[in-house]
Structure formats: C-alpha cells, structure tokens
C-alpha cells in the first residue's frame, strides 16, 4: 500500500459521512443555473387565452342585451293589442247603438209631412229621399226608391224606418244595401230576398244613375242609392224615416 493511499484512508475514517451531499449540491447548481424561458412562457401561453376569453364574454354579453332586447321588442309587438282605429265596422256598430226617435202617432192629423228638399223630396239633408214603383206580394208591397246627396260622407249611413202608427212594425229592405238582422225572406218578381231590417249606404256603393223602374231625383246628384223598401200589408202607411251617419242624424216623416 502506498503513502497516499494510506492517507485518503485515514482521512475518510475521520470525516463524517456526507451521503451523497455533493451529488445533490450539484444536481442543485445546475437547476438554479437553467434559464427561467420555460415557465415564463407557460405563464404567457395562460395569460392571452384568459384576456381574449374576457374580451369574448363581453361581447356576447353586449350581442346578447341587443338581440335579447330585439326578441322582448318583437314579442311585445306581437303580443300587444292596439286599439281598434275607426273603421267601417265600428262605426256601423256605433251607429246602430243610437236610439231610434221617431215618433208614434194616435191619430194621422197629428203627423206633418216632411220636412222637404228644395225639389221637393223628403229630407233636410245632407240625405234626400225620392219615391219610385210598387210591387206587391202576399207579404206585401215593396217600393223602388232613391237616396241621393252632393255631399262627400266619410263612412256608412244607416237608415232605419218604421210604421208611425202602430208601434213595433219596422219596414223591411231586400237586395242591394239591405243590411242588419234577418227577419224573414220573400219574393219579389220572381227573385227570393232575404228581408233586413236596416238599409246600410256605403260611398263606394253608390251609382251614377237609378236603374230603369227606380224614381230618380229631378236632377244629376254626386251620389246615387238605388233600395228596394217592403211594407207589410198590416202597416198603416205613415212611416218614419230615422238617418244616421257621421255626425248627423236626419229624420223625415211620410204621413
């Protein structure tokens, strides 16, 4: 054995047992000694993400409110009920609400016909009134009259008629204008009618001139009604003439 040898020997019998310690120093150094590049760029990879799904969440939110306040805004639209403008319908409804004046008679020197056009047909306007041919059935008779006016009425008249004399008794009107409740049916010249108990005239509906075996007025008049009107054989004759449309009532008296 040699002198060096024989030291190193002598040397570890005395010094304490470091167990691995200077394995692990170093293994320490070179770990302290690697650059930090890795985690750094973990911590970045997790950084950009996080904002971009930030900036994402407020922009589907802010998308969201808009489309979410169109839908409520739609739905709304959809679901709300306006209120009903004035059309046709309501103001036939409006008009028939209105109470009939007309009055009943005892006796027939008590009504006074009238009043008159200046042309001598019945009304004060702005509706006139003129008489044509009787046709008569087993029910009874039916005249061919004429309403006419020069004025422009914004929207439909409603015309109603009853005996004078003997309460209860409406006249009838069939064909063309014949509107409200059905009250019977009849024939007249071979065609069957449905009998109404009001004469409804509509603008639009007007025509230049009577049809042939109507009476027509005296002159050419802006607006033209062509009504067939029936009178049942039980009637006394006198009738009562209640017009309404808007903004007038007219009334006139055929004793």
């Not at 030291?7 to 047992?17: Q, R, V």
């Not at 042939?212 to 006198?238: C, E, K, Q, T, Y």
Request: charged content about 15%.
């Amino acid at each position: 054995m040699s002198l060096r040898t024989d030291i190193h020997t002598a040397f570890d019998a005395i010094a304490p047992a470091t167990g691995g310690m200077a394995e692990r120093v170093v293994e320490t150094a070179r770990r302290e000694a690697r650059p930090h590049h890795g985690r750094n760029r973990v911590v970045v990879r997790l950084r950009a993400p996080l904002s971009l799904i930030a900036v994402f969440l407020i922009i589907t939110a802010v998308a969201a409110a808009f489309v979410g306040g169109r839908f409520i805004q739609q739905w709304n639209a959809s679901h709300t009920v306006m209120p009903a403008g004035p059309t046709q319908t309501t103001t036939l409804a409006q008009l028939e609400g209105r109470a009939l004046r007309l009055p009943v008679f005892q006796s027939i020197k008590d009504c006074h016909d009238g009043p008159y056009s200046p042309d001598s047909d019945y009304g004060s306007g702005p509706l006139y009134a003129t008489g044509g041919s009787a046709s008569r059935t087993a029910w009874g008779e039916y005249y061919y009259n004429v309403f006419y006016t020069d004025k422009v009425i914004d929207g439909p008249i409603l015309v109603r008629v009853t005996d004078l004399y003997k309460p209860g008794i409406r006249l009838r009107f069939v064909g063309p204008g014949a509107g409200g409740p059905i009250v019977g049916t009849d024939v007249v010249e071979g065609t069957t009618y449905e009998q109404h108990s009001e004469l409804v005239l509509y603008e639009s509906q007007a025509v230049p001139t009577p049809l042939a075996g109507w009476g027509g007025p005296s002159r050419d008049h802006r607006f033209v009604w062509d009504f067939l009107i029936g009178m049942p054989l039980n009637a006394s004759g006198g009738t009562g003439w209640q017009i309404d449309g808007p903004g007038f009532t007219e009334i006139f008296l055929a004793c």
